[in-house]
């Protein structure tokens, strides 16, 4: 009863990854934006790899979430798209990488 | 994923960023020819003071231009990032730790200048290549580039082969001009090839790029 109970809770665990961040792209967006303090959409595409359209709809979605602000300003009479994380977003990215940890600490060998 | 992912490294990958393109390398190298040029300078009558501050507004010049293509040339291709507050206080650090080492540098030639009557071969070299390689090393753990930690390696050992040239071989002015003139050299086209990787490895995206993503409809 008890085991069913350990089994239960762990699979409710994977079950409650944050799956906006779970997607690869995502997370590594998320990963950045936590390092830094903000940093434009052309820094980003650089800094992940990303093409401009998946860039766009995954910040797109990450700001629909509310976990990504993002802010349209002009730099010398450039527009800019400056990208920071919400504190909403660095307390789900570090949740998903506590509960993550969790997870695969949890792994049989 | 979250297992292999290191954020500190992440960050400083970020943070190297920003320095691949050359540009201060170029800087730190035009600074260095000082060594090798002003003693010709000394020379020709200048004297010691006035030798080094002739090349002011040449190395202003230079950091001018720096900037310019900080702002210009590398900004609208790499794009704009801002750092953490540790970030920030490092910079602060190293500005201090900067001043306080050419505090230090001026103080030390003033104190030579005094001593150079005195029969101490191995001193002036020995605390100018110290300086050197503390100033370089502190600005290669504060900015993360272990190129720096080589440069100054390279500069501290350009300051005793220099002695040691003008000692046994006869150099002039300390063997300053050869040892320095290939060190800053070195420097430069480091600088030179890093910037022009730089250019290949980010071509410079439409006008309006950094819109993407906050147009409507264009997500």
């Keep these: 009863m008890a085991a069913g109970k350990k089994e239960s809770d762990e699979l409710k665990q994977v079950v409650d990854i944050d799956r906006v961040i779970h997607e690869p792209a995502r997370f590594l967006i998320m990963a950045y934006l936590y390092v830094v303090d903000s940093a434009d959409f052309l820094f980003m595409m650089n800094q992940t790899g990303l093409t401009r359209g998946n860039l766009s709809s995954h910040i797109s979605k990450l700001e629909s979430t509310g976990y990504v602000k993002v802010q349209k300003e002009f730099v010398n009479k450039m527009p800019r798209t400056i990208l920071s994380l919400t504190d909403a977003g660095r307390t789900a990215f570090n949740d998903y990488r506590q509960q993550m940890k969790q997870v695969l600490a949890d792994l049989p060998k | ?219």
Excluded at chain 2, 136 to 162: E, K, Q
Excluded at chain 2, 187 to 196: E, S
């Design chain 2, 1 to 219: 994923m979250v297992a292999n992912i290191n954020l500190k490294e992440l960050e400083r990958k970020a943070f190297r960023s920003v320095f691949q393109d050359g540009l201060w390398d170029i800087f730190v190298g035009f600074l260095f020819t000082q060594f090798a040029v002003a003693p010709f300078l000394s020379e020709q009558g200048l004297g010691d003071f006035w030798s080094s501050a002739v090349l002011f507004p040449v190395y202003m010049i230079v950091l001018a231009c720096v900037m310019l293509l900080k702002k210009y040339v590398v900004a609208p291709r790499l794009g704009m990032v801002q750092f953490s507050k540790k970030r920030k206080s490092k910079f602060k650090w190293l500005i201090l730790m900067t001043n306080i080492i050419l505090v230090v540098g001026i103080i030390a030639a003033v104190f030579f200048v005094d001593l150079s009557n005195l029969n101490i071969k191995w001193l002036f070299p020995a605390t100018l290549s110290l300086i050197l390689l503390i100033g370089f090393s502190v600005t290669a753990y504060l900015l993360d580039l272990t190129r720096f930690y080589i440069y100054g390696a390279m500069n501290c050992l350009a300051v005793v082969f220099g002695e040691l040239l003008y000692q046994f071989a006869g150099a002039v002015h300390h063997g300053f001009p050869i040892a320095f003139g290939v060190t800053s050299s070195v420097m430069i086209i480091v600088g030179i090839i890093l910037l022009v990787n730089f250019l290949r490895k980010y071509p410079k995206p439409s006008e309006d790029f950094n819109v993407e993503g906050v147009r409507n409809g264009s997500r």
